[in-house]
């Protein structure tokens, strides 16, 4: 392996992995070993650290296997945790972005386990880029830096608008046409990119008279994979526009199936697009970094290149010799210039002489068209939902007058126009949708809104000239230690802090945001106190706050890593939170174990933050304690913030400051609930108002009309009327949905989730009389904080729960049981009559409280 600044990691433990069965059409694999690859030591290293990795901390790598059906071949594909790879060092063993590999079993070892030593040997068979960076994105990638660790010349390629497709050969014959992560069909899709790239590639193939074996033939003997993007705008629209004549495969690269990244030249590459009917890559070439600023600034200027718009470049460059030297300093990775302070330059994660790529980007008209797409997405959904009246986007979204502008417009077309928006969220239409938005923009209606709209500030963000502001926000699981650091770093340097824990509005999300976006009046810095464990979340935090500072708003993730097992994590935060009792506002230890719960929900719905989330992401551990996460907080901070690094007498001091830390609302020491009988959703309706409604129409059953005037008369409908959605006689055969519920539960603490419940009939027996239940679905207005356990709660109702799910309206006399009403809407729902029937109710939808009950 190339000499890198790349972690080690230990050999694998083998263990099978999951397969996932799919279907690659026009496709013919043999499973012999007659024409393969020569066998590479460095495939063998770098596959065993794969799997070591993907096995212990398998939510950094996966590694996803594809069958191919009347075959024992199995490729793997490995996935890595984007945002990591802008660590240095990275903790992958390979900055590789689309890398598929095969197990090649000895001969009379084909049952053996993947990897076990002597059964056989890995191959890489498709080889994708490295992953390389915008301007500015990480630190090696700045103009200074480059200008250092960097060497002529500098090949320009156009940034293409498209999916990247690889082509490798498995053998002399054999063919395999994938996308980034995935190959043949995908769920859900009735064309997947990887299968449109096979269409394409065949019709390139038949231009220029050849075939597919000829093109594996080619591709074999050279150990090649060939990486191209799919533009084709009637399968996919992006931002740019591609002619029919430009629409296809285009051909940009040709890399070699190796550990270390090493791709052929542009020349070589165009020559061989050319050969076998690829559309080619335009290009430029320079020989100094100044002249590449210097043309990509006046392409930005312009707009365009050549006479077509350009999104931006891609530059593949060499890494040079050159020792770091002092250059401009900027605040963390992505962050403004440090007036009059220097930094050592950053290197490149390759040693000198390697292949290096980085990107530029034009931002504008790009960004702007990207936010009318996102804009027009949010407002269909919100349509979808009856939000549409009054729905608008967040102030930082709307910070450009022609924004504002298209969200007028967009509205109008939903309302009035929405057939020309069909298509829209599966990428149709998009390109289309804008140019009638730029026309509309050239009448007489769209001139005089755009003018008003010109005449009005989009927000404080672009007028807010005062310091620099930064948002510490943590990214964990309940139990991690957040608010122990933010403590301690309170202490330490005088940061605001605040919680969400002590919000007691029932919308507790924005009167957070809104708590943390009021203490940079008097703070610089403030630690955004919640688990932001899903990009919901943090989204709100991040346009509030940058509606508010703009460009001066530096945000900074503490993202508490999972490099640890599942197992070992869930132990170690259910151990804290035992261990601090009652002082916590809503999550509590108790007999049941129902916190361990509320971990394994937030574990399972937890979502990395993205590098573009954003402006530094600093990992934290979980196994560490309070100094050790401490002191790993103030070394990530510290550098960003030009903040000076306390003596560990200081920190041991903040520490034990957090450590005697009592939250402010808890009073008496609260003795741990008991759990309920059952967990049930209790909408707040007057039955006998409600209900009668429906007897008082035409064709209703005598037998109803007696029933309900019995009910009525002798007082016998239910006082506290409420759908069970689990029995504690049920937990052991739906023990999953018992510890949703549960978690729920414990995580909401005073505040009472709401759920929305559809009533679709109301049915009856002699006995009995009740509402049936056709959906449960989560509430709109659902508290972000414990939206993902309350889907979880839905996701898991078995099919036998749903059969009888209802709300007892009441019973003919006293000695009747209410429970009753479930076994009659059971078989009621199954096509049994036994005396049972019913009226419709079309669809009544109700909110309702979801509780845990006692009685």
Same mark, same amino acid.
């Given at each position: 392996m190339a000499p890198s600044r790349y972690s080690t990691l230990e050999p694998a433990d083998h263990k099978e992995d999951d397969v996932d069965d799919v279907q690659i059409d026009k496709l013919n694999l043999s499973d012999t070993a007659d024409e393969i690859v020569p066998p590479r030591a460095d495939d063998a290293s770098l596959i065993r650290e794969l799997r070591s990795l993907a096995k212990k901390q398998p939510k950094l790598v996966r590694g996803k296997k594809y069958a191919i059906p009347g075959q024992s071949i199995e490729l793997t594909s490995w996935k890595m945790t984007e945002w990591m790879y802008t660590k240095s060092p990275c903790p992958f063993p390979t900055l590789a972005r689309g890398l598929f590999t095969r197990w090649i079993p000895?001969?009379?070892?084909?049952?053996?386990?993947?990897?076990?030593?002597?059964?056989?040997?890995?191959?890489?068979?498709?080889?994708?880029?490295?992953?390389? #960076?915008?301007?500015?994105?990480?630190?090696?990638? @700045?103009?200074? %830096?480059?200008?250092?660790?960097?060497?002529?010349?500098?090949?320009?390629?156009?940034k293409s608008n498209g999916c990247i497709i690889f082509m490798a050969a498995l053998t002399s014959t054999e063919l395999i046409v994938t996308s980034k992560h995935a190959l043949g069909e995908i769920e859900g899709a009735s064309v997947s990119h990887a299968q449109k790239g096979e269409e394409w590639l065949e019709r390139h193939l038949k231009t220029v008279g050849k075939t597919k074996?000829?093109?594996?033939?080619?591709?074999?003997?050279?150990?090649?994979?060939?990486?191209?993007?799919?533009?084709?705008?009637?399968?996919?629209?992006?931002?740019?526009?591609?002619?029919?004549?430009?629409?296809?495969?285009?051909?940009?690269?040709?890399?070699?199936?190796?550990?270390?990244?090493?791709?052929?030249?542009?020349?070589?590459?165009?020559? #061989?697009?050319?050969?076998?009917?690829?559309?080619?890559?335009?290009?430029?070439? #320079?020989?100094?970094?100044?002249?590449?600023?210097?043309? @990509?600034?006046?392409? %930005?200027?312009?707009?365009?290149?050549?006479?077509?718009?350009?999104?931006?470049?891609?530059?593949?460059?060499?890494?040079?010799? +050159?020792?770091?030297?002092?250059?401009? *300093?900027?605040?963390?990775?992505?962050?403004?210039?440090?007036?009059?302070?220097?930094?050592? !330059?950053?290197?490149?994660?390759?040693?000198?002489?390697?292949?290096?790529?980085?990107?530029?980007?034009?931002?504008?008209?790009?960004?702007?068209?990207?936010?009318?797409?996102?804009?027009?997405?949010?407002?269909?959904?919100?349509?979808?939902?009856?939000?549409?009246?009054?729905?608008?986007?967040?102030?930082?979204?709307?910070?450009?007058?022609?924004?504002? *502008?298209?969200?007028?417009?967009?509205?109008?077309?939903? +309302?009035?126009?929405?057939?020309?928006?069909?298509?829209?969220?599966?990428?149709?239409?998009?390109?289309?949708?804008?140019?009638?938005?730029?026309?509309?923009?050239?009448?007489?209606?769209?001139? %005089?809104?755009?003018?008003?709209? +010109?005449?009005?500030?989009?927000?404080?963000?672009?007028?807010?000239?005062?310091?620099?502001? @930064?948002?510490?926000?943590?990214?964990?699981?309940?139990?991690?230690?957040?608010?122990?650091?933010?403590?301690?770093?309170?202490?330490?340097y005088g940061i605001g802090h605040t919680q969400s824990d002590d919000v007691k509005q029932k919308k507790t999300g924005p009167q957070f945001v809104k708590n943390v976006v009021e203490l940079f009046v008097n703070h610089d810095i403030v630690f955004a106190d919640r688990n932001n464990h899903i990009r919901h979340l943090r989204d709100s935090l991040k346009e509030a706050f940058k509606e508010k500072y703009g460009d001066k708003g530096h945000i900074i993730a503490l993202q508490w890593v999972f490099n640890d097992t599942t197992k070992n994590i869930n132990d170690i935060c259910a151990e804290r939170i035992a261990a601090r009792g009652a002082n916590h506002q809503t999550l509590h230890a108790d007999n049941q174990d129902?916190?361990?719960?509320?971990? !394994?929900?937030? #574990?399972?719905?937890?979502?990395?933050?993205? %590098?573009?989330?954003?402006?530094?992401?600093?990992?934290?551990?979980? @196994?560490?304690?309070?100094?050790?996460?401490?002191? +790993?907080?103030? !070394?990530?901070?510290?550098?960003?913030?030009?903040?000076?690094?306390?003596?560990?007498?200081?920190?041991?001091?903040?520490?034990?400051?957090?450590?005697?830390?009592?939250?402010?609302?808890?009073?008496?020491?609260?003795? *741990?609930?008991?759990?309920?009988?059952?967990?049930?959703?209790?909408?707040?309706?007057?039955?006998?108002?409600?209900?009668?409604?429906?007897?008082?129409?035409?064709?209703?059953?005598?037998?109803?009309?007696?029933?309900w005037s019995s009910l009525v008369n002798d007082k016998r409908i239910a006082g506290s009327p409420h759908v069970t959605l689990i029995h504690v006689k049920e937990k052991k055969e739906s023990e999953a949905l018992w510890e949703r519920c549960q978690a729920l539960r414990k995580s909401a603490g005073e505040i009472e989730p709401t759920f929305k419940v559809t009533f679709d009939h109301v049915v009856w027996n002699d006995n009995v009389m009740a509402l049936s239940v056709s959906k449960v679905e989560i509430h709109r207005e659902f508290e972000e904080e414990h939206r993902q356990l309350a889907e979880a709660v839905v996701e898991h109702i078995p099919e036998k729960i749903t059969n009888r799910l209802h709300l007892t309206v009441g019973t003919r006399e006293e000695g009747i049981n209410a429970f009753e009403a479930a076994a009659m809407v059971t078989e009621w729902r199954n096509g049994a009559n036994n005396g049972v029937q019913s009226i419709p109710l079309g669809n009544f939808v109700v909110e309702a409280r979801f509780l845990g009950k006692y009685s």
């Open positions: 000895a001969q009379g070892h084909e049952n053996d386990p993947e990897g076990a030593s002597g059964a056989g040997r890995d191959q890489i068979v498709v080889r994708g880029y490295d992953k390389f #960076f915008n301007m500015n994105e990480v630190k090696w990638n @700045t103009w200074e %830096a480059l200008e250092v660790h960097t060497t002529s010349p500098y090949t320009l390629t156009l074996e000829e093109f594996a033939k080619a591709l074999f003997e050279r150990d090649l994979t060939a990486v191209a993007e799919l533009c084709d705008d009637s399968f996919e629209e992006h931002v740019l526009p591609y002619s029919k004549e430009m629409t296809g495969l285009h051909l940009h690269g040709l890399n070699e199936r190796r550990v270390e990244f090493s791709t052929l030249g542009n020349d070589e590459v165009a020559a #061989f697009a050319r050969e076998w009917g690829f559309i080619t890559t335009a290009a430029i070439t #320079f020989n100094t970094i100044e002249e590449v600023k210097k043309f @990509t600034d006046g392409v %930005a200027k312009e707009g365009k290149w050549r006479g077509e718009p350009v999104e931006g470049f891609v530059v593949r460059t060499k890494v040079s010799d +050159r020792p770091p030297q002092l250059v401009q *300093a900027y605040r963390g990775t992505r962050g403004e210039r440090i007036a009059d302070k220097q930094e050592l !330059s950053t290197p490149p994660p390759y040693a000198p002489g390697s292949t290096f790529f980085f990107k530029i980007k034009f931002e504008e008209p790009y960004l702007m068209y990207r936010e009318w797409r996102e804009v027009t997405k949010k407002m269909l959904a919100a349509d979808k939902k009856g939000q549409l009246r009054g729905f608008k986007p967040s102030g930082y979204t709307l910070r450009r007058p022609e924004t504002r *502008a298209y969200h007028y417009w967009v509205e109008i077309q939903i +309302r009035h126009n929405p057939e020309s928006l069909n298509g829209f969220n599966e990428g149709h239409g998009i390109i289309a949708t804008r140019e009638r938005f730029l026309e509309w923009c050239k009448t007489p209606e769209g001139e %005089a809104i755009l003018q008003k709209e +010109r005449g009005q500030s989009g927000g404080d963000a672009g007028s807010y000239k005062g310091s620099q502001k @930064t948002m510490i926000m943590p990214v964990a699981i309940p139990g991690s230690g957040k608010t122990a650091v933010a403590l301690a770093l309170q202490h330490l129902s916190h361990r719960g509320v971990i !394994s929900q937030f #574990f399972s719905s937890f979502e990395e933050v993205e %590098a573009e989330e954003v402006d530094d992401i600093i990992d934290m551990e979980y @196994t560490d304690t309070l100094e050790q996460s401490v002191k +790993r907080a103030i !070394s990530g901070i510290a550098p960003i913030l030009d903040l000076g690094v306390p003596e560990d007498q200081k920190i041991n001091e903040a520490c034990n400051v957090a450590r005697s830390y009592t939250v402010k609302s808890i009073g008496a020491k609260k003795t *741990a609930l008991k759990p309920p009988r059952y967990y049930a959703l209790v909408p707040g309706i007057d039955i006998e108002k409600q209900i009668g409604r429906a007897f008082n129409g035409e064709h209703v059953p005598d037998s109803g009309a007696k029933m």
